[in-house]
């Protein structure tokens, strides 16, 4: 057995779990949650930015597409061009990779950064209370995050559909 992919698929396939559930919990609960409960849920929200929910992304999402690219290189034998136009597999997993690196940069260029924006009105608003203009900069940066959040859903779709099935073909 290659202990190396082994390893690598481990790392791949769990952070990769931990990466899509987390994205789906926060669309599907957290996110309509949040928008409900308005200036109420804002020390809610506040408190579980503090628990360093972007780096968990960050973390989690950084290792699946690092290990991902690393068994495609493997896989492919060095090829990466040829194994990916072979209409097979490569193929395939390479769709699915591709999906998953744009939810990636995404996640990184626009939710991220977005998610400090609320973690900062929140903060302010614990002491100055919800001001008209912190209220808005929170959903400025709220709605920031819900468009980027259903653009990267539909990239880890993709690679959920392409990862579970590219063997196969
Ligand atoms: C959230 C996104 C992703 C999910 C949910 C995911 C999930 C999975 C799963 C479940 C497998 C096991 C499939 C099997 O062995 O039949 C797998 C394998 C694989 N994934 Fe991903 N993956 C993701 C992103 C990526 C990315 C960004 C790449 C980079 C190109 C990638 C490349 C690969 C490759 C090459 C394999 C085969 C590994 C081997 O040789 O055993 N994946 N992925």
Known sequence: VDLWIIALRILHVGSAILWVG????????????????GATGAPFVS????????????????VTVLAGTALYWIDAGGNVVAYFTDGHQGTIFGIGGIAAWVSFLIGGALIGPNSA????????????????????????????IKRAGQVSIVGLTIAILTMATARYF
């Open 22 to 37: 987390g994205s789906f919990f926060i669309e599907r609960f957290f996110q309509p949650t949040a928008d409900e409960l």
């Open 47 to 62: 408190a579980v930015l503090r628990r360093r929910m972007p780096t968990y992304f960050a973390i989690v999402a950084a």
């Open 117 to 144: 924006k609320v973690a900062k009105a929140t903060d302010a608003m614990a002491t100055s209370g919800p001001t008209p203009e912190l209220l808005a900069q929170a959903a400025n940066a709220a709605a920031a």
